[in-house]
């Protein structure tokens, strides 16, 4: 009985030294993927339902700077369709580092409002947790800024060392 199992497609979906640099540029933009997803749920909720999401703590810090409904969706997907059009640019350029920028601000004051609700101990709407719930609940929005901005980190560096071999 064979118990050897074949898995070819696994394989080579898998990082090796010949598609190391290629892969790590993949896994690197998941975390804009992800920003950018997460943006447009949040806008799709802001216009589909009531204003709810907005009172959410991630997005409540962004409402407080966009406080009109439809203005905040637009910046959601505004931010979003700069991302997915930096994704899509196939040469690594401070354009396509530029057009994430719009989407780590966003991020970042979506951050900045959850760590405002760990440190204080409530979310945004008033509601009293402890601050080891609010860190469980809220740290997703922190990694998200990180993640993105360790993407941004990698792209100039990348953009750099091209500049550095050129030279």
Same mark, same amino acid.
């Given at each position: 009985m064979n118990t050897h199992i074949h898995w070819p497609h696994l394989r080579a979906s898998l990082p090796t030294?010949?598609?190391?640099?290629?892969w790590l540029r993949g896994a690197t933009m998941m975390g804009v993927w992800y920003a950018i997803v997460l943006h447009l749920?949040?806008?799709?909720?802001?216009? /589909?339902?009531?204003?709810?999401? /907005?009172k959410a703590t991630p997005v409540a810090a962004v409402a407080r700077i966009f406080p009109a409904r439809a203005?905040?969706? !637009? !910046?959601?997907?505004?931010?979003a369709f700069?991302?997915?059009?930096?994704?899509?640019?196939?040469?690594l350029s401070v354009l396509k580092i530029s057009?994430?920028?719009p989407q780590q601000l966003i991020l970042g004051v979506s951050a900045a409002g959850a760590i405002h609700a760990m440190t204080v101990g409530h979310y945004a709407d008033g509601v009293i947790r402890p601050k080891g719930f609010l860190i469980a609940d809220q740290?997703?929005?922190?990694? /998200?800024?990180?993640?993105?901005?360790?993407? !941004?980190?990698?792209?100039?560096?990348?953009?750099?060392e091209r500049e550095q071999v050129e030279a």
């Open positions: 030294s010949r598609n190391w640099g290629r749920v949040w806008a799709t909720l802001i216009l /589909a339902t009531d204003n709810a999401p /907005a203005g905040l969706a !637009i !910046i959601f997907v505004t931010v700069c991302a997915l059009l930096s994704i899509y640019q196939s040469r057009l994430l920028i740290l997703p929005a922190v990694l /998200a800024l990180l993640v993105h901005s360790a993407t !941004i980190i990698y792209l100039a560096y990348l953009m750099w």
